[in-house]
């Protein structure tokens, strides 16, 4: 009888699990159908392609590849993440407006802003647009810092929108364009924030195994910041889906040298150089290292095989910037370092939430004398700010759950690290040693919380899954203990 209930135990088992999964996609489908109504509603129906085709190209990718239960979790997964996202872009768009002051002191009121950051890609992106069109004459010096990769894909966008706009953007006042046209990006945000857990997933899945993985991807979906970056006009989140891209991709090639995996590693390489620099060049010197690391195969061919992919990283560290940052190293020059306390000093001035720096002693100090004071003052904000105890505002407030989260991921970091120390040493370079580097970077470039909270995205994709990898050897030690008793009753009636 037993043998005969099993295969019906586990058979509803599967139909209960399905059931659960339709009715998370459907709910989410009907949020994002929701979504379209309001931007119908509004008029803005050249965005309908943009949210339609991220709603379609996820599922593609994912089902591209991956099969079986890892299919059916991320999918389900996607599309609930896509919505919440969608949603929360549309909704939030009309009530975001921030305001500026023209050159004649004239007071501009923005649509669809939230941040400074947030209005400048979208200027220099629209200054694009304008320079296409014959309207302008291109960017302004001060701004051409912000012609990036990102900028480049905003004023595509841009010019979609301007190209099925009936009339066009640029017959249009600039506040009233650009209330219409910073939601396509807004809406590309949203698909990147989401299918983000697929190189997530699989970067928790190649650290820890499936379960890992699966919190990893559970924990990118809704993570309050990394939704939060999916609906903005910045790049933060293209920045987050890129690192934990290159670092599975690193260690996968590591470990199964293939075409395949050293193509997308060094794609996703390059792409990262106009994103984050620093991080650029931190992957330069790192990806070659893990890969001597973890690869186990015998000398002369891992000599051959990491030498061509150290190769391939120094041509596009040294063809994308000419060699005029010495590998990443001119950083670290005294010059370098003062000029970046100077700039952090200026920007913890202005900021609300800004930190309170030691300052220089006399001319005759350097940048690097004036960092070793400034960064075990700047260290504690990078892993712990904002403070619960210093929330005096409504937002300083609203993030409190996440940093109590936050607190939570470093515990179960330690815990990894300090169960898998010796077996898994090899594997956690890559993780560690980034965001090691990232948290000093941070010490020494960052001057206010904001900044803080926002750049700190960027040290999820190792932190994550080393969490995973904590929580879940914590569970189980606090199962083997529950049991244990149990099991010793057992034995000694049994005796």
């Given at each position: 009888m037993s043998v005969r209930a099993t295969p019906l135990t586990s058979g509803s088992r599967w139909q209960r699990a399905d059931l659960i999964h339709n009715g998370v996609r459907g709910i989410s489908i009907l949020v994002s159908l929701v979504a379209f109504g309001i931007l119908a509603r509004r008029g803005e129906y050249q965005m309908l392609p943009i949210a339609l085709l991220g709603l379609l190209l996820g599922p593609a990718v994912i089902m591209l590849f991956f099969k079986g239960n890892e299919r059916r979790y991320l999918l389900t997964l996607f599309f609930s993440a896509f919505a919440v996202r969608l949603i929360a872009a549309v909704v939030a768009h009309p009530y975001l407006i921030t305001t500026t002051k023209t050159k004649d002191g004239i007071v501009t009121a923005w649509v669809g802003f939230l941040f400074e950051d947030d209005r400048a890609y979208h200027k220099v992106a629209y200054s694009l647009l304008e320079y296409w069109g014959g309207t302008a004459g291109g960017i302004e010096r001060s701004e051409e810092y912000l012609l990036r990769l990102y900028?480049?894909?905003?004023?595509?966008?841009?010019?979609?929108?301007?190209?099925?706009?009936?009339?066009?953007?640029?017959?249009?006042?600039?506040?009233?364009?650009?209330?219409?046209?910073?939601?396509?990006?807004?809406?590309?945000?949203?698909?990147?924030?989401?299918?983000?857990?697929?190189p997530m997933y699989a970067l928790g899945r190649e650290l820890?195994?499936?379960?890992?993985?699966?919190?990893?991807?559970?924990?990118?979906?809704?993570?309050?910041?990394?939704?939060?970056?999916s609906v903005l006009n910045l790049k933060d989140i293209m920045v987050v889906v890129l690192i934990a891209t290159i670092m599975f991709l690193t260690i996968r090639f590591a470990r199964v040298p293939g075409l395949v995996a050293a193509v997308g590693l060094l794609v996703a390489f390059a792409l990262m150089?106009?994103?984050?620099?620093?991080?650029?060049?931190?992957?330069?010197?790192?990806?070659?290292?893990?890969?001597?690391?973890?690869?186990?195969?015998?000398?002369?061919?891992?000599?051959?095989?990491?030498?061509?992919?150290?190769?391939?990283?120094?041509?596009?560290?040294?063809?994308?910037?000419?060699?005029?940052?010495?590998?990443?190293?001119?950083?670290?020059?005294?010059?370098?370092?003062?000029?970046?306390?100077?700039?952090?000093?200026?920007?913890?001035?202005?900021?609300?939430?800004?930190?309170?720096?030691?300052?220089?002693?006399?001319?005759?100090?350097?940048?690097?004398?004036?960092q070793l004071r400034n960064i075990p003052i700047v260290l504690p904000y990078v892993l712990w700010a904002p403070f619960l105890w210093a929330g005096t505002r409504l937002r300083d407030l609203v993030v409190i759950p996440e940093t109590v989260g936050w607190y939570a991921a470093q515990v179960l970091t330690l815990v990894a690290l300090a169960v898998y120390r010796r077996t898994r040493w090899r594997e956690f370079f890559l993780p560690v040693v980034f965001t090691g580097g990232l948290v000093f970077v941070f010490s020494v470039i960052e001057g206010n919380v904001g900044t803080i909270y926002r750049h700190r995205v960027m040290l999820f994709p190792a932190a994550f899954p080393l969490a995973a990898m904590g929580g879940l050897w914590a569970w189980s030690w606090w199962q083997s203990r529950r049991t244990r008793p149990v099991a010793a009753a057992t034995a000694r009636a049994v005796a």
């Open positions: 900028t480049y894909v905003v004023a595509w966008l841009y010019l979609y929108v301007q190209a099925v706009t009936p009339g066009g953007l640029l017959s249009l006042s600039k506040p009233e364009a650009g209330a219409i046209a910073v939601m396509a990006p807004k809406l590309m945000n949203c698909f990147i924030g989401s299918i983000g857990i697929v820890g195994g499936e379960r890992a993985g699966r919190l990893v991807a559970l924990a990118t979906a809704f993570w309050p910041s990394m939704i939060l970056w150089e106009n994103l984050r620099l620093y991080v650029f060049y931190a992957f330069g010197w790192l990806v070659p290292i893990t890969f001597f690391l973890v690869n186990r195969a015998p000398w002369k061919r891992r000599l051959a095989v990491g030498l061509t992919l150290w190769a391939a990283v120094l041509v596009i560290m040294v063809g994308m910037n000419q060699g005029n940052q010495w590998l990443g190293l001119r950083y670290l020059t005294d010059k370098r370092l003062e000029a970046l306390d100077s700039s952090r000093s200026f920007g913890a001035g202005v900021a609300d939430s800004g930190i309170e720096l030691s300052g220089r002693l006399n001319r005759y100090e350097g940048g690097l004398a004036v």
